[in-house]
């Protein structure tokens, strides 16, 4: 059995997923790469079977018929062996050996007495043309170097929370959780991050910058404009986040602190698009989705209406939106998103 399944969704990736898997490829026979060709109408499939075939040991080659990025990755949980699992962007990859130590971690508790559910790492934002890479990292929040619970953790801050690049889930866990992505939906890797974390009970953080994640091509799903046209999709996940946290009735204190804010950030994000979209009709969605929120989870609401995430992206007025969305300029060009 694998100790790392990773899983690399492919769609018409032929340009730079050689990188990706080159990258995965430095964790040698403990790691089983997963390529799932999602109706890719390149060369992606053929350089997906030219990896298996020179690395049969390791490299899996997957093709279906085009489902998206959540259809690719069910079928990377479906299909992976490893005792952990990982999701890894095609235009992504990660630091050799950051990878390495990471790989030692998870040999090390699985060798030990209890069981490990999720490893944390951080992750770089490696935006075209930026001279400084943002890196989003955990040191103040989380205790480094051990397993603990949730009765460890200390708060996050506004701008960070937990992200699919940043997290190793135990495979098990994940199949436990029953979560099964949309189909055909761009951003589900925030469903990814979110809904197994309810069944997280044990984390290890260890400080290293493991994921180095791509932005700054203008076709990204990330991209603003890009965003902006595929808002209906950011709300269907965001909404779909929504249910899951009204139905969670024992988390932990702090479990539950985390996933509100998680929460409070995606709002936020989807509430900020609504604005930068600058129509009638992208308003009255914003204010249907924080309704939806209302009406689904009213206490939670509360919580999230009133932090200052909440407040910022709900300034009365036309005023109010401009000034949410100059606010939201400034701290993309800070931390270098999108």
């Not at 949309?182 to 009970?201: C, G, K, Q, W």
Request: positive net charge.
């Amino acid at each position: 059995m694998k100790l790392l399944s990773v899983t690399v969704p492919c769609y018409n990736s032929q340009e730079y997923m050689k990188n990706c898997v080159d990258s995965l490829l430095t964790g040698g026979e403990d790691v089983e790469i997963l390529i799932v060709d999602d109706g890719s109408r390149d060369d992606t499939l053929k350089i997906a079977r030219e990896y298996e075939a020179k690395y049969p040991s390791i490299v899996r080659a997957i093709h279906q018929e085009n489902k998206g990025h959540g259809g690719a990755v069910n079928t990377g949980i479906e299909n992976a062996t490893g005792l952990y699992f990982k999701v890894v962007d095609s235009d992504d990859w990660v630091n050799a050996e950051a990878f390495r130590k990471a790989l030692e971690v998870l040999r090390t508790c699985v060798q030990g007495p209890q069981t490990l559910d999720l490893l944390i790492c951080n992750y770089v934002y490696e935006k075209v043309g930026a001279r400084r890479k943002a890196v989003m990292r955990y040191r103040s929040s989380l205790p480094q170097d051990r397993i603990f619970g949730w009765d460890d953790v200390k708060s996050l801050g506004n701008s960070h929370y937990l992200l699919m690049h940043s997290m190793i889930y135990r495979t098990e866990l994940l199949r436990e959780s029953g979560i099964k992505l949309p189909e055909h939906t761009f951003y589900v890797d925030n469903l990814m991050a979110f809904i197994p974390l309810s069944y997280v009970r044990t984390m290890y953080y260890l400080d290293v910058n493991l994921y180095r994640y791509f932005i700054g091509r203008s076709d990204q799903s990330v991209n603003e404009q890009v965003m902006i046209g595929r808002v209906d999709q950011q709300i269907k996940v965001n909404k779909l986040m929504i249910d899951h946290m009204a139905k969670q009735k024992a988390l932990n204190k702090n479990q539950r602190k985390y996933m509100i804010h998680m929460l409070t950030i995606i709002t936020t994000v989807s509430s900020i698009m609504l604005i930068r979209a600058k129509t009638d009709e992208a308003y009255e969605k914003k204010v249907e989705l924080w309704k939806y929120l209302k009406n689904a989870d009213a206490k939670n609401y509360l919580t999230i209406r009133l932090s200052l995430l909440g407040r910022f992206c709900n300034l009365p007025g036309k005023g109010g939106r401009q000034v949410s969305g100059a606010v939201y300029k400034v701290v993309q060009k800070i931390y270098g998103f999108n």
